[in-house]
């Protein structure tokens, strides 16, 4: 039997590890919450809808006749360059050259970007503008596994030293090799296990569904569209989970948690801290998490936001809703950000930046 050779970390140091991370992505928040733009006094409504539609056609969502599917990325882009006028044979020999539209207003890009994502939420168009960007899902994804392990690097001296001697590959295969496969609880504290990681499933459900156009303006519904898109980010965050517990960046590899067994002082259990529990429990309550943060969203925090222009209650009202807030950071947005599309903008709705 191996000792652990430090002392074994009271339930105040794992609640600290626990908060660590959300704590370090709101931290990041402060310079985005400061920088933050004003917000508009006019608000979008039917008439501006009417104007910017008959200024800049080219920039809306093509209608799909009944029965098809748009298929179309340039319906919702703006063209950026110039084009040829060939309204008159005489004007294309002339080679007469439409000047590029002219840059549009912030209350135009919020509009513009509103009618994407409920033109893919509803099906009505299909394409590059309505597909996952797992570019961002994996960088923002990688912004917050580098919070995690720094929390673990900082506030945990076992980490340290397993990160700093001895071999690193050798150590990480003899942790994977060793881990409790056929045994559910990792010993854990209830804190890590039942708060710390439906919180971290949260996240990166959260992180997968700010960048699916078909979902990320979706608040709270009890609708088929609503469950399919959370069940898949589901399924990401149990990927991010797997890789947490046992990936090349996970805690296998940094800090080699089940390198040794030890009995734990308080309680006299016998454990290495690893098992199947986590594998599981993440996902499914990061889900249960997630709905929770989204039914707050809907019913609490939307009048919030319609109600307030104070940006410092606005992010102490992020606090509500942790796994949004820390996914909105690992995109640099403020906390309180949310994606519009046409059912949350309007005559009497503020869109936060």
């Known amino acids: 039997m191996n000792k652990k050779p430090s002392r074994t970390p009271g339930p105040s140091i794992f609640l600290l590890r626990l908060f660590a991370s959300p704590a370090a992505m709101m931290f990041l928040a402060l310079p985005l919450h400061a920088g933050a733009q004003q917000l508009q006094e006019t608000s979008i409504n039917q008439p501006m809808t009417t104007a910017f539609a008959s200024a800049n056609p080219s920039r809306l969502p093509v209608d799909a006749p009944s029965g098809s599917l748009v298929d179309a990325p340039s319906a919702v882009l703006p063209r950026t360059a110039a084009t040829v006028d060939a309204a008159t044979p005489e004007a294309a020999a002339a080679g007469v050259v439409r000047p590029p539209p002219a840059k549009l207003t912030r209350e135009e890009k919020i509009l513009s970007e509103s009618e994407r994502n409920t033109a893919c939420e509803e099906g009505k168009l299909h394409g590059k503008p309505c597909r996952v960007s797992w570019s961002r899902v994996l960088g923002e994804s990688f912004i917050f596994l580098a919070a995690q392990h720094g929390g673990n690097i900082a506030m945990d001296s076992d980490t340290r030293n397993q990160l700093t001697h001895g071999d690193f590959w050798a150590k990480y295969e003899y942790c994977v090799k060793h881990y409790r496969w056929s045994r559910w609880k990792d010993d854990d504290p209830f804190g890590v296990d039942y708060i710390g990681h439906p919180m971290m499933g949260a996240v990166t459900s959260s992180i997968y569904e700010q960048n699916d156009p078909k979902q990320r303006a979706l608040m709270y519904e009890n609708s088929q569209r609503y469950w399919m898109g959370r069940l898949r980010a589901m ?119």
Request: charged share 20%; glycine share 10%.
């Open 235 to 353: 399924a990401y965050s149990a990927a991010y989970s797997a890789q947490w517990k046992i990936g090349p960046a996970s805690e296998a590899s940094v800090g080699n948690t089940g390198i040794n067994y030890y009995i734990r002082a308080r309680d006299g259990v016998y454990t290495n801290e690893t098992g199947m529990q986590d594998f599981f429990f993440t996902p499914i309550g990061g889900l249960a998490w997630n709905v929770g943060e989204d039914a707050i969203d809907r019913y609490i925090l939307s009048r919030v936001r319609h109600g307030t222009r104070n940006k410092w209650l606005l992010l102490a009202s992020a606090l509500s809703t942790p796994g949004k807030s820390a996914a909105n950071v690992s995109r640099f947005r403020a906390p309180y950000y949310r994606d519009p599309d046409l059912r949350t903008i309007g005559p009497n709705s503020i869109v936060v930046h």
